[in-house]
């Protein structure tokens, strides 16, 4: 058989050469613009190692995602405004004062005189600033001048509240008060009627911000304070230890006239402004009263029916004793 040349491409191939005869070298990692190399992704950013883990949330930063732990709201105080609020701060001497700030076109008065010779007595920074660097620090518009800031206020707990036995128990609960001036006038009057405690809710509601001490004029330095997570099981426990639990609410059951003896420990409670007390915390109370009402108008403001409800009660312990 005789044999033929070999046809086109029967012989080995060559391998591919570029122009002018060389050989293609390896590729080159793509570049971006001005030569230099894109950003790592995510999943090579270290060769060799894992891509790291996510840190975030699924809506925000660190620590807002769902089953994140919200932090706990304290009881506050830190910062205290107002001539009469700040005397008392210094006069209750009750916990640390970091600084003063004191208004360069305050007029001079006894009790900034007074407030003076206890800073100075304590050791106390005094900060003298013209009225705008006062405004700019107040969180209240009537700061009168004098700014305190301080370490918050000492909580106390429930059951210690109810079983001191130092003397009878007197205790106002607030379920729900959301106004700062009307839990500043409940403090107020609370502490000028004797009261041993006060109970307030963690959650929706009001705590001691520098319009309630402003509000409170001072009466927040001589009060104890505990705050609770949940007011119905804070007022059950209350009434195991031994508490008459007297809830006040327009659609009371007895006047606040004809209330039972009152020879053992007290909590009033006080409810939110407009809507009263709440369900479960009604349900808690042993006896739920009403302030007599003679006129057209249906409620009372819940500081005013609060300060009723509260000297009831102080009129008939001393009307016991005597």
């Known amino acids: 058989m005789s044999r033929g040349r070999p046809g086109k491409g029967s012989g080995p191939k060559k391998a591919s050469t570029g122009k002018g005869g060389r050989k293609p070298g390896p590729k080159k990692a793509s570049t971006g613009k001005g030569g230099r190399k894109p950003p790592p992704t995510a999943r090579s950013a270290t060769p060799g190692r894992p891509p790291a883990k996510r840190t975030?949330?699924?809506?925000?930063?660190?620590?807002?995602?769902?089953?994140?732990?919200?932090?706990?709201?304290?009881?506050?105080?830190?910062?205290?405004?107002?001539?009469?609020?700040?005397?008392?701060?210094?006069?209750?001497?009750?916990?640390?004062?970091?600084?003063?700030?004191?208004s360069t076109d305050r007029e001079s008065s006894s009790e900034l005189d007074d407030i003076r010779t206890l800073a100075a007595q304590m050791n106390i920074a005094v900060l003298e600033h013209g009225r705008s660097k006062l405004d700019a620090a107040a969180r209240t518009t009537a700061h009168q001048g004098v700014i305190a800031r301080a370490a918050s206020l000492p909580e106390s707990e429930l059951d210690d509240l109810v079983t001191d036995r130092g003397t009878i128990p007197f205790l106002l609960?607030?379920?729900?008060?959301?106004?700062?001036?009307?839990?500043?006038?409940?403090?107020?009057?609370?502490?000028?009627?004797?009261?041993?405690?006060?109970?307030?809710?963690?959650?929706?509601?009001?705590?001691?911000t520098p319009a309630v001490t402003k509000a409170a004029a001072g009466a927040i330095e001589h009060l104890r304070f505990a705050i609770v997570g949940g007011m119905p099981a804070a007022l059950a426990r209350a009434e195991e230890l031994g508490a008459l639990v007297i809830g006040l609410d327009m659609g009371g059951d007895v006047s606040i006239h004809d209330l039972p003896p009152v020879d053992r420990p007290v909590v009033v409670v006080v409810g939110a402004e407009g809507r009263g007390l709440g369900r479960l915390v009604r349900e808690r109370c042993e006896v739920v009263a009403s302030v007599p009402m003679a006129g057209s108008i249906e409620s009372l403001n819940v500081s005013v029916a609060g300060a009723l409800a509260l000297y009831e009660v102080v009129r008939r312990r001393r009307a016991a004793i005597e």
């Open 56 to 102: 975030r949330g699924r809506t925000g930063p660190v620590g807002t995602g769902r089953g994140a732990r919200a932090e706990r709201p304290g009881l506050g105080g830190e910062q205290v405004e107002g001539i009469h609020a700040v005397r008392e701060l210094l006069l209750a001497g009750r916990r640390r004062v970091h600084e003063l700030l004191i």
């Open 173 to 208: 609960a607030c379920d729900g008060v959301t106004d700062p001036g009307n839990l500043g006038a409940l403090l107020r009057t609370a502490e000028c009627a004797g009261v041993t405690g006060i109970v307030l809710a963690r959650h929706r509601a009001v705590h001691v």
